[in-house]
């Protein structure tokens, strides 16, 4: 397999990462305006409110991650920050900051209901679809793993056989979205759902990232790390609060 895979569509060839990225954000968001008309009970204007401010924070969150993330390149030559602002982003500071955005919103508008766990199933299926697309883009998407010798390693392109990182993070989110669906039968509390997504995601990256030749920003982690670490203390915490208890 050559990196990377071009998508034919009749004469055109599409580059993956645009058209899996593309699908992931529309799949979510189609998947999130259904689920909010099913399950939300709040009012379109407070809900509107809500996405959008989710939305911002989960841009700026992106960005700024990820100029946290690539630092060392950004530092030493200015291109490449304007690069990273350009076209850089990253899940883990989409996430953090979606959810920083939807706190300040609710409360800025009275909102102190848990809103989250309508999210849940647009974040799982859309980032599995990103996640193909980073894939079959191989070396220029910065996500593959290191150097392995197993089995199911992949050479992306430059004779080293790496972790396929990316398949790694989507086998996850089908087992992860599978726990849900199960915890799903028993009694919960709201928020609950989205509670166990961020902090089974968050743990899971924060695992799974030290097998990633990145830049160790602090304590042999990259920022995207500490970010993980912060974010699934934090929704442990969440979870304790509220008692959680599997039945």
Known sequence: MQFPVYIG??????????????????????????????ADSLPTTQRSSIIAGGMVGAVVGAKALVLLQHVDLSWLDW?????????GKTIVGALLGGLIGVEITKSWIGVTKSTGDVFVVPLLVGTAIGRIGCF???????????????PWGVDFGDGIVRHPT??????????????????????????????????????????????KPDFHLLFGMSAVQIACLLGFLYACRQLSRRSFIIH
């Open 166 to 211: 990316q398949l790694y993070e989507i086998a996850f989110l089908i087992l992860l979205g599978v726990v849900i669906v199960w915890r799903k039968q028993s009694p919960y509390r709201s928020g609950d759902l989205f509670q166990i997504y961020l902090a089974g995601y968050l743990g899971f990256r924060f695992l799974i990232d030290f097998l």
């Open 9 to 38: 569509l009749g004469a055109w060839k599409i580059h993956p990462h645009f058209l899996f990225e593309f699908l992931g954000y529309a799949v979510a968001f189609r998947l999130l305006l259904w689920r909010n008309l099913r």
């Open 79 to 87: 291109r490449q920050w304007l690069l990273l602002i350009a076209q």
């Open 136 to 150: 079959l883009t191989g070396l220029r998407d910065r996500t593959y793993g290191t150097l392995t010798t197993l």
